[in-house]
């Protein structure tokens, strides 16, 4: 049993195995996709694989489509060359369900598979082809948060955006360069309409992806580069629209106790595949049965039925109440909490932190009693509906290989979101004072115990990829596990940081709480877990 066309020729020996397979004439479809595609998306990750693709194959299956994905591969061209063509653009999705049961489903919704590669004439060439296509109604992107940032961490243009600015849309280097010359194309063959779909877990995401491409389009209308009608064309929202939306589906790293789900199935060729990028990319992937995508209707050149596939359509201002609820509140800075505190404890599955009762208190707490408060009902989701499945379904599913030391990735760049909305809502609030939050000040002396890179028991521990580890971690590095430490002398200049905090946590009056909480942390061998139990 192999995943490829070959391989999957032989349809009774995959559904005696269980594995749903697809539906529809997957020749003709390749045939239609290639002559007049509509959707193209960027980043041939985990995520598209488990979410987009398979809503594509439900909605081919249905009859709703005809045609399928292309799909372009921006940051780590391996993906294509050592995922994707081996398998014939074929992925298995493995559905793990909170009840113990397993979904398996071969997708076979993408029809195409590019490296986003300028110095690849073919590629790119067939990339500029698709762009000038009347039929191209969309670009999805999932390139993560710092895909659509032109600056590095510490806020310093990169190299290859300066030289792209430069040299112009022939040839770029960087990942947005590359779409905006993508971009300048369709301006050139008339401009002609498209939506260009942020689906990253980020805040108002269709407007990071505008800021990039408006910075490139300025920049080459500036030194002559390209046309000032390219920038007009970028700024015409009936032809090129950045409509924001909200993902949510957890979908972590392939499993080894999935492959061997599959390999027990007689599955061949599961070997997963580390890129010289550092890459982690398998034939299969997993993922959690619940999923949720909410994008505003903004489609200058009209769209397909994807509602008929559980996505929703809605307005900018219903899609920002939405992504705040669940960004701001009702999942990430539970997700938040659990990463931090689960990486000190020793924890190794998130599910597993669900298990322990200060840990479901603390998160508890957060979602209903701190972050509920300061919610705005979008109408679509219910907020307490959603705190619900997430603390009742999701995180608790032991069938989900998630780990914290995942989610505790990029801390810095999401305190400010996950916890700082919910502190600057309580300030601004005539009915809610600052003060009353008590555990959302205990994550953040949490995170900075955790960039200690020791746990509970003093061992020391890896600290998951952040861009300001540099910066945060040597104001830590003279704290040890003992009392009486002067916390304010060490710590205060990152109280003040707002890019981390959102606010100044001076200012908002927190500081000294942070500091007192992170004075118990670090008493001594076991403080953690004294001073959850204590407070939560």
Same mark, same amino acid.
């Given at each position: 049993m192999r995943i490829n066309e070959e391989g999957l020729m032989n349809r009774a020996q995959w559904e005696e195995k269980g594995y749903q397979l697809p539906q529809f004439d997957r020749g003709a479809s390749i045939v239609k996709t290639r002559e007049n595609p509509f959707w193209i998306h960027f980043g041939a990750g985990n995520l598209f694989r488990a979410?987009?693709?398979? #809503?594509? &194959?439900?909605?081919?299956?249905?009859g709703v489509i005809d045609r399928g994905i292309v799909v372009a591969e921006g940051f780590d061209y391996e993906i294509v060359e050592k995922m994707n063509r081996p398998h014939d653009d074929y992925n298995i999705l493995v559905t793990l369900k909170a009840n113990g049961t397993v979904e398996k489903t071969v997708v076979g919704s993408v029809m195409e598979s590019l490296a986003l590669d300028s110095d690849n004439e073919a590629a790119f060439g067939r990339l500029k082809e698709i762009f000038t *296509?009347? /039929?191209l109604q969309m670009a999805t992107f999932t390139i993560t948060e710092k895909g659509y940032s032109l600056v590095d961490g510490k806020g310093v243009r990169l190299p290859a955006v300066t030289a792209d600015f430069a040299a112009g849309p022939e040839k770029p280097d960087s990942y947005i360069g590359k779409v905006a010359s993508l971009l300048y194309t369709?301006? &050139?063959? +008339?401009?002609k309409p498209i939506a260009m779909v942020s689906t990253d877990n980020c805040s108002h995401n269709g407007d *990071?992806?505008?800021?990039?491409?408006d910075a490139f389009a300025k920049a080459w209308a500036q030194n002559g580069k390209a046309e000032q009608g390219f920038v007009d064309y970028i700024n015409d929202k009936s032809k090129v629209s950045f409509p924001w939306s909200m993902i949510d589906k957890i979908t972590p790293?392939?499993?080894? /106790? #999935?492959?061997?789900?599959l390999l027990d199935d007689g599955v061949e060729e599961l070997e997963p595949v580390v890129t010289s990028k550092n890459t982690y990319v398998a034939p299969f992937v997993n993922a959690e049965e619940t999923e949720y995508l909410v994008i505003e209707d903004a489609f200058p050149n009209g769209r397909p039925e994807l509602e008929k596939g559980g996505l929703m359509f809605t307005t900018r201002e219903t899609v920002d109440k939405v992504e705040k609820m669940k960004v701001c509140t009702c999942l990430n800075p539970l997700h938040t909490a659990l990463a931090v505190f689960g990486c000190i404890l020793g924890y190794q599955k998130i599910s597993d932190e669900m298990q322990d009762t200060e840990l479901v208190k603390l998160v508890e707490t957060i979602g209903y009693k701190e972050g509920l408060p300061v919610v705005v009902?979008? +109408?679509?989701?219910?907020?307490k509906e959603f705190i619900d499945t997430v603390l009742q379904v999701r995180v608790p599913n032991p069938f989900m290989p998630d780990t914290p030391q995942r989610i505790a990735t990029d801390t810095s760049q999401k305190l400010a979101i996950r916890f700082g909305e919910t502190i600057k809502a309580y300030a601004a609030s005539d009915k809610l004072e600052v003060s009353e939050l008590k555990l959302i000040p205990l994550v953040f002396a949490g995170w900075l115990r955790y960039l200690m890179a020791v746990d509970d028991e003093g061992n020391a521990f890896a600290l998951s990829p952040d861009p300001l580890l540099d910066t945060v971690c040597p104001y830590v590095a003279g704290l040890t596990l003992t009392e009486g430490q002067d916390m304010e002398a060490a710590v205060g200049e990152v109280l003040k940081m707002k890019n981390i905090f959102g606010v100044d946590l001076y200012e908002v009056g927190m500081a000294g709480t942070v500091c007192r909480y992170l004075s118990e942390l670090t008493a +001594?061998? +076991?403080? #953690?877990?004294?001073?959850? &139990?204590?407070?939560v």
């Open positions: 979410f987009h693709a398979n #809503v594509a &194959q439900n909605l081919l299956n249905a *296509k009347d /039929s369709r301006y &050139q063959a +008339g401009e *990071k992806l505008y800021a990039a491409i790293r392939p499993d080894v /106790s #999935v492959e061997k789900i009902n979008p +109408g679509i989701l219910d907020p +001594g061998k +076991g403080a #953690v877990r004294k001073t959850l &139990q204590k407070y």
